[in-house]
């Protein structure tokens, strides 16, 4: 008689293993832009992963962005104020021109400087883009913006930090 309780058990674990499969590295990455410590970041990756278990619907499982809203919520508990990471600045670097692997201390100030001169909307979205890779679409639904808004803030962040960086067009000092 419970053979029906124990498959759907089944596949709920099945469907929660490949969740968790799918999703493990992007959303430690997530976590890993505001958290410096491995074992807090290990014990918010694991709150996450927790909370997903308890609330899994295996007719319709999560995705990743419900997780990252999820951690979001979990840091946001701890009171952590999100600060870029010196990865994160590498890559926007690298991403709005800057030479790849060339950026020193004096270049990590100079992105950190530009990095904080955005609104926390603008600062958001950019580490959405190029820390965890999201496209607009996602960052959209993820904060519940409109598509456009989203498309709009990005390339006004990303003209900004080209500007205060002079990446555009390889100006000379």
């Not at 410096?36 to 996450?48: F, G, I, K, T």
């Not at 990743?64 to 508990?77: E, F, M, Q, S």
């Not at 709009?152 to 003209?159: K, S």
């Amino acid at each position: 008689m419970s053979g029906g309780g124990h498959d759907r058990e089944t596949r709920r674990s099945e469907i929660f293993n490949r969740i968790f499969d799918e999703h493990w590295a992007p959303v430690r990455h997530h976590i890993e832009w505001i958290v410096d410590d491995d074992a807090e970041v290990s014990e918010v990756l694991s709150e996450v992963f927790l909370l997903a278990w308890s609330r899994l619907d295996p007719d319709r499982p999560m995705g990743l962005i419900w997780l990252l809203r999820a951690a979001d919520r979990r840091l946001r508990g701890r009171a952590r104020r999100p600060r870029p990471r010196t990865k994160l600045l590498e890559v926007v670097h690298e991403e709005l021109g800057g030479e790849p692997h060339r950026i020193g201390p004096v270049g990590r100030a100079a992105v950190l400087d530009a990095f904080t001169a955005l609104s926390a909307r603008e600062r958001r979205i950019i580490m959405l883009t190029y820390w965890d890779g999201l496209s607009v679409g996602d960052i959209a639904e993820m904060l519940r913006h409109p598509h456009a808004g989203v498309s709009r803030t990005l390339r006004r962040a990303q003209e900004r930090l080209r500007i205060r960086l002079n990446a555009e067009g390889g100006q000379d000092e």
